[in-house]
């Protein structure tokens, strides 16, 4: 399938706003950029029933969270709830680069979304923002009574990068015993720093995340000791045992030089005996579920994540 339409107009906005390759920017400069990008191409936030926000304890102090809470939902009955980590190559991204997108998932699915804000590298490299991801997950589950939380009905779900801390703390919740997780929600998720699947020669230099830029969260994230590549599931989930692991909802986008690493992670999960749900749209480019304003896709996108989540929580 070729490009989709859509795909092909933001391609067109990244032209006339003459962006600077990624590798070239400072990290500061990157996160800037990005939260213009976002601004232009998201959707029009929807309307939720609450936005709050707190702070989880961590290992390095306290890691803010926002809680989003649906329309007509009881403050005082717990929810099923979906921990959401926002994407950005764990270097750029926040709460409002992914809000739209947040407020999608808690008004589709009628459960509250936890979006976790992490320490990111390149101030704090890894596996910091593994670490608060886990972190933030188990406090969510320990306070569920303060936060009106179901902890029985608990998923865990991202894009790109956040599909990786997704990934990664459900892991670990197997490994450490709990929090109990039934969902993850990995949105074109990176889990292979090796770089070694067939998109990244297919898809390498399709924007807005080449091959060049991967290299430079890469750097960013992991720094000079690029061996943990290899040897770390905690930076590539796919070299991990995947037994025992709860359901995944897997999304792919065709023109995405993430694409086959994702497929070959739900492909190792099958294979581990997890029930994994899988939708690839082939037109796409990552990152398209944030740019729902000009992006058609990224309604249908959202839309059956939610659906998913609904199964699995309710």
């Known amino acids: 399938m070729s490009l989709d339409p859509d795909c092909k107009r933001v391609h067109e906005l990244y032209a006339l706003a003459n962006r600077p390759p990624l590798e070239t920017l400072t990290p500061?400069?990157?996160?800037?950029?990005?939260?213009?990008?976002?601004?232009?191409?998201?959707?029009?936030?929807?309307?939720?029933?609450?936005?709050?926000?707190?702070?989880?304890?961590g290992p390095a102090g306290a890691i803010p969270l926002r809680l989003y809470r649906p329309k007509?939902?009881?403050?005082?009955?717990?929810?099923?709830?979906?921990v959401f980590f926002h994407g950005g190559g764990w270097t750029i991204g926040?709460?409002?680069?992914?809000?739209?997108?947040?407020?999608?998932?808690?008004?589709?699915?009628?459960?509250?979304?936890?979006?976790?804000?992490?320490?990111?590298?390149?101030?704090?490299?890894?596996?910091?923002?593994?670490?608060?991801?886990?972190?933030?997950?188990a406090w969510i589950a320990a306070n569920s009574?303060?936060?009106?939380?179901?902890?029985?009905?608990?998923a865990v779900?991202?894009?790109?990068?956040?599909?990786?801390?997704?990934?990664?703390?459900?892991?670990?919740?197997?490994?450490k015993g709990g929090p109990a997780l039934k969902l993850q929600v990995l949105i074109y998720p990176a889990v292979d720093f090796t770089m070694s699947a067939k998109s990244f020669?297919?898809?390498?230099?399709?924007?807005?995340?080449?091959?060049?830029?991967?290299?430079?969260f890469r750097d960013h994230y992991l720094g000079p000791d690029l061996e943990i590549v290899g040897r770390?599931?905690?930076?590539?989930?796919?070299?991990?045992?995947?037994?025992?692991l709860p359901p995944a909802y897997v999304v792919t986008a065709g023109y995405d030089v993430l694409c086959d690493e994702g497929k070959a992670y739900a492909d190792k999960l099958e294979t581990a005996g997890v029930s994994v749900e899988r939708a690839h749209f082939p037109g796409m480019i990552h990152g398209f579920v944030t740019m729902g304003k000009y992006v058609q896709?990224?309604?249908?996108?959202?839309?059956?994540?939610?659906?998913?989540?609904?199964?699995?929580?309710t």
């Open 232 to 244: 770390d599931w905690r930076a590539s989930p796919i070299f991990a045992d995947l037994k025992g």
């Open 28 to 57: 500061a400069e990157a996160r800037e950029g990005y939260r213009r990008a976002t601004t232009i191409l998201a959707s029009d936030p929807v309307d939720v029933g609450e936005v709050r926000d707190l702070a989880a304890t």
């Open 201 to 216: 020669e297919t898809n390498g230099d399709v924007l807005p995340l080449t091959r060049a830029a991967v290299v430079w």
């Open 157 to 175: 779900g991202g894009d790109s990068a956040g599909g990786n801390l997704s990934a990664v703390v459900a892991l670990m919740a197997r490994d």
């Open 94 to 137: 926040d709460f409002d680069t992914h809000d739209a997108v947040c407020r999608a998932l808690c008004a589709e699915s009628g459960v509250a979304v936890l979006a976790v804000d992490y320490r990111m590298a390149p101030e704090h490299r890894f596996p910091a923002a593994a670490e608060d991801a886990y972190a933030a997950t």
């Open 72 to 82: 007509g939902a009881n403050p005082q009955a717990p929810l099923p709830a979906l």
């Open 145 to 154: 009574k303060t936060l009106a939380i179901d902890p029985t009905r608990l």
């Open 297 to 313: 896709a990224a309604q249908t996108a959202l839309s059956d994540c939610a659906n998913a989540i609904k199964r699995a929580l």
